[in-house]
């Protein structure tokens, strides 16, 4: 796991800190892959902790701003799980930087990824025509490890 240097005292930062070991809010800059005490923060950091910097105050980060489409908030545990699957998502994205991927200098065309949360009927996961659909769900490890999806038969071998 990579760590980064505390840009307000000593110590280390690891890449989902929201805050340093002495409790200062401090955000994540994809651009510079370095933390910043002072950011604009993104706007999901209050809603699912999201540590990268905005723009400007109240806007998303560079990857929550790919999220057209959120679990429904009505769903047992929908916004948990849609914490953990972004954390997964800007870890992706970040690494996926290191190539000049959905940064600035990027002139290709972003995704959009659809954040659903299983309820009555199950999420289905795919992608197609630049929307990457999720099921949020599939962050419970039960889930995940269960025979619970459907489509999850038609992959075994
Ligand atoms: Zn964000």
């Given at each position: 796991m990579m760590s980064f240097t505390n840009p307000v005292g000593s110590g280390t930062l690891w890449f989902h800190n929201?805050?340093?070991a002495e409790g200062t809010p401090v955000a994540y800059d994809p651009q510079a892959r370095a933390f910043l005490p002072m950011p604009p923060f993104c706007?999901?950091?209050v809603i699912i902790g999201c540590n990268w910097i905005a723009p400007e105050e109240g806007a998303f980060c560079r990857a929550?701003?790919?999220?057209a489409l959120a679990p429904?908030?009505?769903?047992?545990n929908a916004i948990d799980y849609w914490a953990e699957t972004e954390a997964a998502k800007r870890w992706v994205i970040d690494n996926l930087g290191r190539w000049h991927w959905f940064r600035p200098e990027d002139p290709g065309t972003r995704p959009t990824f659809h954040m659903l949360a299983d309820g009555n009927t199950l999420a289905a996961m795919g992608h197609g025509d630049g929307?990457?659909?999720m099921s949020v769900s599939e962050a419970d490890p039960v889930v995940r490890i269960s025979a619970g999806k459907p489509w999850?038969?038609?992959i075994e071998r």
């Open positions: 929201l805050a340093t706007a999901n950091r929550c701003a790919m999220t429904d908030p009505d769903i047992p929307v990457v659909t999850m038969n038609r």
